[in-house]
Nanobody, 118 residues
Framework: VQLQASGGGSVQAGGSLRLSCVAT????????AGWFRRAPGYTQQFVAR????????DYRDSLKGRFAISRDNAKNTVYLQMDELKPEDTAVYYC????????????WGQGTLVTVSS
């Protein structure tokens, strides 16, 4: 499976973006999925994750209520809806996948840049 993230861009504080992550070469329904981000000068951060069936979600505490992860297995796609964006959300966002019942994300997309201006 390969992952392709898209949907990044530049937005003013308070705005919204929706990121998409499309899987090719396999069925995304076989994998749990997640989003991570890396801001300039910072280490990679967990953003959100969703189970393979989409019935279980988890978020970075500071993002709860502003970000929402979802998936459409029929479209082989995972989404990240980001609302009320803040300048500190500026980062490269990566989607990732891991096989069910494993702990390590071993499939990564190429990243999409989100820039939030004040």
């Amino acid at each position: 499976v390969q992952l392709q993230a898209s949907g990044g861009g530049s937005v003013q504080a308070g705005g919204s973006l929706r990121l998409s992550c499309v899987a090719t070469g396999g069925q995304l329904s076989e994998y749990d999925a997640g989003w991570f981000r890396r801001a300039p000068g910072y280490t990679q951060q967990f953003v959100a994750r969703i189970s393979w069936r989409g019935d279980n979600e988890d978020y970075r505490d500071s993002l709860k209520g502003r970000f929402a992860i979802s998936r459409d297995n029929a479209k082989n796609t995972v989404y990240l809806q980001m609302d009320e964006l803040k300048p500190e959300d500026t980062a490269v966002y990566y989607c990732a996948a891991k096989e069910k019942l494993t702990s390590r994300y071993n499939i990564w997309g190429q990243g999409t840049l989100v820039t939030v201006s004040s």
